[in-house]
């Protein structure tokens, strides 16, 4: 893809503070760090309008907590058709690792993580989703596609 250059006016303050995002993250330059800052801008504005998009859940807890397990079961049955795929870690004798693959509107991903985070014993939950025109499903692509899962 085509680069085009430009230049850029800031406040001392402000780029400063870009200067502490690059070093933070470990971006090569300033426009590596730009770039990122205008992509999270977009794909936030598309979550807002409710595209398609994929995503991940992640839970942190107490698999000990008295039934967690099953109410985690249930929201998860509720969103049959926007889970892809749950990996399940211990990571000690009563602490878990959930990671949740998803799919779906950007409502329904943030309405299944807003119920799943919340649930008493979760101790750290969060929701990552990205933006693509090519995960919405066009009529000709199921047909050159059809195959059974």
């Known amino acids: 893809m085509p680069v085009s250059r430009f230049s850029v006016s800031l406040e001392a303050e402000l780029l400063n503070a870009l200067d502490v995002y690059v070093k933070?993250?470990?971006f090569p330059n300033r426009s590596q760090a730009i770039r990122q800052l205008i992509e999270r801008n977009s794909v936030e504005k598309k979550w807002q309008c409710n595209h398609t998009v994929a995503g991940a859940i992640t839970l942190l807890y107490d698999h000990h907590k008295r039934e967690l397990?099953?109410?985690?079961s249930d929201i998860q049955?509720?969103?049959l058709h926007e889970i892809l795929a749950i990996q399940h870690f211990h990571l000690s004798h009563h602490l878990c690792l959930e990671i949740i693959a998803l799919k779906g509107?950007?409502?329904n991903l943030t309405l299944l993580a807003d119920k799943l985070i919340s649930l008493k014993g979760i101790r750290h939950g969060k929701?990552?989703?990205t933006q693509s025109d090519d995960l919405v499903?066009?009529?000709e692509d199921k047909v050159k596609n059809k195959h059974s899962h």
């Open 69 to 72: 397990a099953c109410k985690l």
């Open 105 to 107: 509107q950007a409502k």
């Open 24 to 26: 933070e993250n470990n």
């Open 77 to 79: 049955h509720e969103f």
């Open 127 to 129: 929701l990552v989703m």
């Open 137 to 139: 499903e066009k009529p």
